[in-house]
């Protein structure tokens, strides 16, 4: 991981590990959960500094609405390989593109 991260940024991505396989959460409850409710797009920011993606699993941060948001893979976004990744774990889409409701994860 890219060791120039600020404290928020570490934050986020220690978090991230909380999210099983075959889940997601959307930027605001990853937000709320480190107790910075409001920044969900201070999230999104952290998630695009992900230097291993897959291994530190940012792909399972999609948008409240199901959406799934940006995914920087090789420097570029590449939401195609996000919606790859999770359905290789075991989330399902709707009709529409978005996550099934029943595939977010609520931290306890």
Not at 4 to 15: G, P, R, S
Not at 72 to 93: A, I, S, Y
Request: include cysteine; aromatic fraction near 10%.
């Amino acid at each position: 991981m890219n060791k120039t991260l600020t404290k928020f940024q570490q934050l986020v991505f220690d978090t991230l590990h909380l999210i099983p396989k075959g889940r997601v959460v959307s930027y605001k409850e990853l937000a709320k959960k480190i107790g910075r409710e409001g920044a969900s797009r201070a999230v999104g920011t952290a998630l695009s500094l992900n230097s291993q993606p897959v291994i530190v699993p940012c792909h399972r941060v999609v948008k409240t609405n199901g959406e799934l948001g940006n995914y920087t893979f090789n420097g570029t976004n590449q939401p195609t390989v996000k919606r790859d990744l999770l359905v290789k774990e075991g989330v399902f889409f709707r009709d529409d593109g978005r996550v099934e409701r029943d595939c977010f994860f609520t931290f306890i």
